[in-house]
């Protein structure tokens, strides 16, 4: 079976940096580049960051600048989302997505449409 599945959420103190992991079964991430989403109660759903299939091309929304590492491991088929100096507006619903992109390079976009989305993972920061 073809899947996403992220993992790593929860509910999660100020000052803590969580680290989310998307790791893919049934096909290789290689040929892929990921994108993270995130979906905050009440709003829509935006991208957040994206990575692409060599890894050098990173890009953020401006809101997560600067805080969420996007990075990828593909011996172990998994990207990861890490979130530094988390903010109450960072509690949302995170899913990742992957689009095939069969060029080794830099490039990579959060929207669009994707071939694969996981089933989320909800950060939720603790008051």
């Known amino acids: 079976q073809l899947a996403l599945v992220e993992s790593g959420g929860g509910l999660v103190q100020p000052g803590e940096s969580p680290k989310l992991s998307c790791t893919a079964s049934?096909?290789?991430?290689?040929?892929?580049?990921i994108a993270w989403f995130r979906q905050a109660p009440g709003k829509e759903r935006e991208g957040v960051a994206c990575i692409s299939t060599s890894g050098r091309g990173r890009y953020y929304e401006d809101s997560v600048k600067g805080r969420f590492t996007v990075s990828r491991s593909n011996s172990k088929n998994a990207v990861y989302l890490q979130i530094n100096s988390l903010k109450p507006e960072d509690t949302a619903d995170y899913y990742c997505?992957?689009?095939?992109?069969?060029?080794?390079?830099?490039?990579?976009?959060?929207?669009?449409?994707?071939?694969?989305w996981g089933q989320g993972t909800q950060v939720t920061i603790s008051s």
């Open positions: 997505a992957a689009k095939s992109h069969y060029q080794y390079d830099d490039f990579c976009v959060y929207g669009g449409e994707f071939d694969y």
């Open positions: 049934g096909f290789a991430l290689d040929a892929y580049f």
